[in-house]
DNA sequence: CGTGAGCTTGACTTGTTTCAACCAACGTGG
DNA sequence: CCACGTTGGTTGAAACAAGTCAAGCTCACG
């Protein structure tokens, strides 16, 4: 299988977000003192030209081979691995901030495809380079291992989620850490965020049929715990809405 | 939360296993040559005495602060989240040769427990020496990145398994898989396994009941698939059985 | 204006859980 | 050595959660 030719003929027309900050990867010395001093992991100046897909396209899909890492700074992107039966699981979502799941530095081959939710903009960081800088930075491996980490921690709570949650606890869950995620970027307008997940995406990630995920949704809603409206995302009740996921309030343990 | 004290008490009694073979971190060098040429990651002589726990021990508890990692060369263990009402999701087994989830590396907190399932024996391995190695050897750092990336991959499998796949898929896929790093360990006579699970076990790795996964049991020794005898299982007809697991006998894409 | 993607809702089906009873194996203390 | 409690496994009936199927709706877009 030959390497993946990644297009690079649509660049991205205009600068850095303004206001993402906290993000494992792309933080605000890429954007703003970008090759000068202080090299982030494998983002050389020579390619850190972004990359523009539409919405639904897929960046990679399972089984190809890949010599760079998808690092987002524009848009929303699902981590799904698809069965030949045609089932659909997705493992996590990308925003704005995220770098792809990091395995795909040490494997040769993805074991799950990468697909545009929104449009989004991101920036190829060359593997061999990524791994370069780990070996030879410790302040690179050090932020290396927690991006690590993380992403092992929320792998294990989607399985504790999808093994011993239900249907209401689920959902709930995933648009409380969503919301939480975007709030701790600044991505977030008061009790707002855009939300550009339709129904099948949320059915996807955690394991339901789309026509459950309505379901529960509409409960929600006629409960008074969320608005979805537009493209947006609001949780009106916190303390209900985490009752409902399993979240105790003060002090709980999960 | 002061550091858990682990008990070193009991010494393990007896040498290396034999004909243990290809595990993550307790390879050969580490029972015929240790200490002599070829350090292991952590692996100093002073703190290779092994430990032994018996079977239901717990080795350490969520929300423990650990300052060590243990590595298994006898028995089996299991990793695993209780939830407060009491739900359990079971998120990896250990077998003689696995090292415990490294996110304990970076954490400084356990998120998982880790439970004796038969007596075990175990090397505990020292974080900071773990880390240590990390930055310094080369050679450590990509034995560590396969361990890594592995458990990763298993991670996500869960998840698939959990969050699209039945009873039946779920539970024959977990055998097969228990058998398969069994046997790549050398741990396996012919077509038949040591199997030291109970079902309970199996239903919280499954996200199933372990009254149903009674049911499923009971059905696959009854096509003649599998057979669980005293603490023995085999796989009788692995053709049929990999299509319960739905797994393509050639060139399947799972 | 037609088309397709996404969402909602209701009726029905299926898979899994819950509950309960019972049995077998095993260790333990009288 | 036996009585007993504990742990683990089996089975069946009933309850329940989620899936499937189908119809109809809105909306965006060509």
Same mark, same amino acid.
């Given at each position: 299988?030959?390497?993946?030719?990644?297009?690079?003929?649509?660049?991205?027309?205009?600068?850095?977000?303004?206001?993402?900050?906290?993000?494992?990867?792309?933080?605000?010395?890429?954007?703003?003192?970008?090759?000068?001093?202080?090299?982030?992991?494998?983002?050389?100046?020579?390619?850190?030209?972004?990359?523009?897909?539409?919405?639904?396209?897929?960046?990679?899909?399972?089984?190809?081979?890949?010599?760079?890492?998808?690092?987002?700074?524009?848009?929303?992107?699902?981590?799904?691995?698809?069965?030949?039966?045609?089932?659909?699981?997705?493992?996590?979502?990308?925003?704005?901030?995220?770098?792809?799941?990091?395995?795909?530095?040490?494997?040769?081959?993805?074991?799950?495809?990468?697909?545009?939710? /929104?449009? +989004?903009?991101?920036?190829?960081?060359?593997?061999?380079?990524? *791994? =370069? #800088?780990?070996?030879?930075?410790? @302040?690179?491996?050090?932020?290396?291992?927690?991006?690590?980490?993380?992403?092992?921690?929320?792998?294990?709570?989607?399985?504790?989620?999808?093994?011993?949650?239900?249907?209401?606890?689920?959902?709930?869950?995933?648009?409380?850490?969503?919301?939480?995620?975007?709030?701790?970027?600044?991505?977030?307008?008061?009790?707002?965020?855009?939300?550009?997940?339709?129904?099948?995406?949320?059915?996807?990630?955690?394991?339901? /049929?789309? +026509?459950?995920?309505?379901?529960?949704?509409?409960?929600?809603? *006629? =409960? #008074?715990?969320?608005?979805?409206? @537009?493209?947006?995302?609001?949780?009106?009740?916190?303390?209900?809405?985490?009752?409902?996921?399993?979240?105790?309030?003060?002090?709980?343990?999960?």
């Amino acid at each position: 299988m030959a390497y993946l030719q990644l297009e690079r003929s649509s660049v991205a027309p205009e600068g850095p977000p303004s206001g993402l900050r906290d993000c494992p990867i792309i933080d605000m010395r890429l954007f703003h003192q970008r090759g000068a001093d202080d090299p982030i992991v494998g983002a050389e100046p020579s390619q850190s030209e972004g990359i523009v897909a539409p919405a639904r396209r897929f960046i990679f899909r399972q089984r190809d081979r890949l010599d760079i890492i998808p690092c987002l700074y524009r848009g929303w992107a699902a981590c799904s691995v698809a069965l030949s039966d045609g089932r659909r699981q997705i493992l996590s979502f990308l925003l704005p901030g995220d770098i792809a799941p990091t395995a795909l530095v040490f494997d040769n081959q993805a074991r799950f495809s990468l697909e545009a939710i /929104t449009e +989004v903009a991101y920036r190829p960081l060359r593997i061999a380079d990524f *791994r =370069a #800088g780990l070996t030879k930075d410790p @302040g690179q491996f050090e932020q290396f291992s927690k991006i690590w980490a993380d992403e092992k921690r929320r792998a294990d709570e989607l399985a504790i989620d999808l093994g011993r949650r239900g249907a209401d606890e689920r959902v709930a869950r995933l648009l409380i850490s969503l919301v939480a995620r975007l709030r701790q970027r600044g991505l977030s307008e008061g009790e707002t965020v855009t939300f550009p997940l339709r129904q099948h995406h949320i059915a996807d990630a955690t394991g339901l /049929t789309s +026509v459950h995920v309505s379901k529960v949704l509409t409960q929600f809603r *006629r =409960a #008074g715990y969320i608005e979805i409206k @537009g493209r947006t995302l609001t949780i009106l009740n916190q303390a209900a809405f985490n009752a409902i996921a399993g979240i105790r309030e003060f002090n709980g343990q999960r």
